[in-house]
């Protein structure tokens, strides 16, 4: 997906209404949850940075993993509420006519014929920008929501979400780009050899076809993932055009890059046809003490049990009921079974001292869960060099969350986008108008 080696530029903005960051001084100023008018700014800021995308994941629940049910998450502002962003993004599309968009949607709580013909619509409006995040969704209130009594175990959503992808394939491909004819003087509109039907018969699904949307100027709609287990690994290699990871530190961003180069292989692909956008929480500053001084100052806004809500959130437990002093090592099964996120788990496993006590980690979770740098420009710059590196230059990173906004996203591209162009690291101007056409430049 990333032809050339220069790195790209992505922004997850789920859910950082929330998060803990309304309350962050300079964060959300005029912010209207019900208008659109602050999200056209976020795009606008990011086109002037020459991002690739601006990224929504979702989920579509209320948080009640921590202590008193849903109460804590409201009474903190923490991921509630959560709006289905879609209906935004052609608002945003047209304030920033050169940044892509990713949005998710769930391979195990909506039908493949609707997800492509969704996505592949979406697509037309914003002229080719879009990228679909292709998710299995492990949160237990969510499989409440639509309707189960109990979430599905991860190898049951991974094998609905297999078969998914390549009905929603199929189904974008099941239409030629040159179908359309257009012949007024034999009065053809479509040439019918150009149409096909895909009569998919499966385990989980079953679906005639053809779409009935043509292809968008891009083709059709990226295709995203962002599972790091051995699973979610696998279905990435096989169908993603790019994948969001979370991984701490280098030298396990490197493992992962070289796992997934030997995947794609296997699956018949090149390692250049899958790019990966590396999680780096940013806090740049012009000087390092300037840095510091932002990063306290967000510090001094959280609530003392800020990381143990967003530990429960993330691993579907409660981690207000565990003894502070168990150790990480001792939680291994306890975590295997919630069946929810398994890899950021074992990546804790792999980054982490396996005796680090639990009150501890949720001390440093919110600001380290991800990998991170907090510096002058130059030391975020060196920083964000290094990861690429680590990652094999096939991709790039994506700015992660708690950080406030508009405030860091327009830093970042007031300080440290001129840096990295300055270095020739990455685009000085867009060059393509669709997201696929500037992820391959």
């Known amino acids: 997906m990333c032809e050339s080696e220069s790195i790209h530029l992505a922004i997850d903005s789920s859910f950082i209404h929330t998060d803990h960051l309304w309350c962050t001084p300079g964060s959300w100023i005029n912010y209207d949850y019900y208008g659109p008018s602050f999200y056209e700014d976020l795009a606008r ?116 979400a297999r078969e998914h992808l390549q009905v929603v394939i199929d189904l974008w491909n099941s239409v030629e780009a040159d179908a359309i004819l257009m012949d007024r003087e034999n009065g053809i509109f ?51 055009d790019m994948q969001f990871v979370s991984r701490r530190t280098n030298k396990s961003i490197a493992a992962h890059r070289a796992v997934l180069d030997d995947l794609t292989v296997r699956h018949g692909r090149k390692p250049r046809d899958l790019g990966v956008f590396w999680q780096v929480r940013v806090v740049a500053g012009d000087t390092r003490e300037d840095a510091i001084r932002k990063e306290r100052r967000f510090l001094e806004t959280l609530p003392p049990n800020a990381g143990l809500i967003e530990l429960s959130f993330q691993f579907g437990f409660d981690f207000s009921r565990l003894d502070g002093k168990m150790k990480l090592v001792d939680m291994v099964d306890l975590i295997k079974s919630q069946k929810t996120y398994w890899g950021p788990f074992q990546e804790l496993l792999n980054t982490e001292d396996p005796d680090t006590e639990i009150e501890d980690l949720g001390r440093r979770w919110i600001t380290e869960r991800s990998n991170f740098v907090v510096g002058s420009v130059k030391e975020v710059a060196d920083h964000i060099e290094g990861v690429h590196e680590a990652g094999g230059r096939n991709g790039g990173i994506i700015l992660t969350k708690s950080y406030a906004a508009p405030g860091a996203l327009r830093d970042f591209c007031e300080l440290v986008v001129p840096e990295l162009q300055r270095r020739g690291l990455m685009r000085t101007k867009y060059t393509h108008d669709t997201l696929r056409g500037n992820l391959n430049s």
């Open 190 to 240: 479509a040439d019918p050899s150009k149409v096909h039907l895909i009569n998919h018969v499966g385990k989980h699904f079953k679906v005639r076809g053809p779409l009935p949307c043509l292809p968008s100027r891009q083709g059709r709609p990226v295709v995203i993932q962002a599972g790091q287990s051995d699973d979610g690994m696998n279905l990435a290699a096989k169908h993603a």
């Open 45 to 160: 800021i990011a086109q002037r940075g020459c991002f690739d995308m601006i990224f929504f994941g979702d989920a579509a629940e209320t948080p009640e993993n921590f202590g008193d049910g849903y109460a804590t998450p409201l009474r903190d502002g923490y991921r509630w509420p959560k709006h289905d962003m879609m209906p935004m993004i052609p608002l945003m599309a047209k304030a920033a006519p050169n940044l892509g968009f990713g949005i998710t949607m769930s391979t195990t709580y909506h039908h493949p014929f609707h997800v492509a013909r969704l996505f592949s619509s979406l697509d037309h409006v914003t002229g080719g920008r879009v990228g679909w995040n292709a998710v299995t969704s492990a949160y237990k209130n969510e499989a409440a929501n639509w309707g189960f009594d109990t979430m599905l175990p991860p190898d049951e959503r991974y094998d609905i």
